[in-house]
């Protein structure tokens, strides 16, 4: 017979911050659970966990742009060179970060009101957005109950939900491309299937959803002129995919917690072929 798993009440906090949140260890996020899984292992996540990187400048025009659409995140410093290579700016940027603040260049403050503005009137994401029409970043913590373990996630967004309506999660996302194409490839190597899952199961567990089954809604953004917006819900099939990614990762995390083991890839020699396409490119070079 299985053991019962103890089930922690679920919990909504508002007005945690973003540092708050991210340090908490008494439970995984969905990014957490993403890198438990190939190409990551539990080692390199524990590691990551303990170990937090510097801030990143790829990350810093999707912070940006998420403040400006949602009015939650940090703060920017708009910082009056065209580029980094001067020392004075290099050192206007390094005082933002030590500050909390996202530094952006003159040239990418007006890209990001461009974005901001792009979305506003967009006739779907604009409603979507309203200020007063929402919550942005509400904090979740559930627990999963065929693990045991502790969950959390931070909508974007959560439309305030009509009587008898459906609640609707929103994650805005900037990106390279936004045509379905490139969308269907970005879901699946950044796992964006598995967060609509999780996030999802997290909305279930505290019973935002009421009596209909809740959407988990993408709002993509290219990073290009004319900052192009499409909306995107995923299909059944890849929803039951990332739901079983999450299930997969679950009680990988459960073991490690349970056994104190964050084992990397593997103990053995792994017997290594060469890629599939690998022989035919071969011939077509040396042909």
């Not at 260890?25 to 539990?42: D, V």
């Not at 503005?117 to 604009?126: D, F, L, M, N, T």
């Not at 390279?176 to 950044?190: E, G, M, S």
């Amino acid at each position: 017979m299985t053991a019962a798993v103890e089930v922690e009440a679920p919990q909504i906090i508002d007005g945690l911050s973003a540092d708050d949140y991210h340090a908490d260890r008494t439970s995984i996020s969905s990014t957490g659970l993403r890198a438990l899984l190939a190409p990551g292992c539990p080692a390199q996540f524990k590691y990551d966990r303990d170990n937090p990187q510097a801030p990143k400048r790829e990350f810093d025009l999707g912070h940006a742009a998420h403040k400006l659409v949602l009015g939650e995140g940090p703060d920017f410093e708009i910082i009056d060179f065209p580029d980094y290579k001067k020392v004075a700016a290099q050192r206007l940027r390094d005082e933002a970060y030590e500050a909390g603040l996202v530094p952006l260049l003159t040239k990418e403050h007006d890209m990001v009101q461009a974005m901001a503005a792009a979305v506003r009137q967009h006739p779907v994401a604009g409603p979507l957005f309203t200020p007063d029409g929402g919550v942005a970043e509400q904090s979740l913590f559930w627990t999963d109950p065929r693990t045991g373990v502790r969950c959390r996630c931070r909508p974007d967004w959560m439309p305030h939900r009509q009587e008898n309506g459906r609640l609707v999660v929103v994650d805005y996302k900037t990106a390279k491309a936004v045509d379905p194409a490139a969308l269907a490839k970005a879901v699946y190597d950044h796992g964006y299937h598995a967060q609509a899952a999780f996030y999802l199961d997290g909305v279930k567990a505290l019973g935002l959803h009421g009596d209909q089954e809740p959407a988990f809604v993408f709002v993509f953004q290219s990073k290009t002129a004319p900052y192009l917006v499409h909306l995107v819900e995923l299909d059944f099939p890849a929803l039951a995919l990332g739901a079983a990614r999450n299930e997969r990762a679950l009680r990988i995390y459960a073991e490690c917690a349970r056994t104190g083991v964050w084992h990397g890839f593997n103990d053995r020699i792994t017997y290594l072929p060469l890629p599939p396409w690998a022989e035919k490119k071969d011939h077509e070079e040396y042909a």
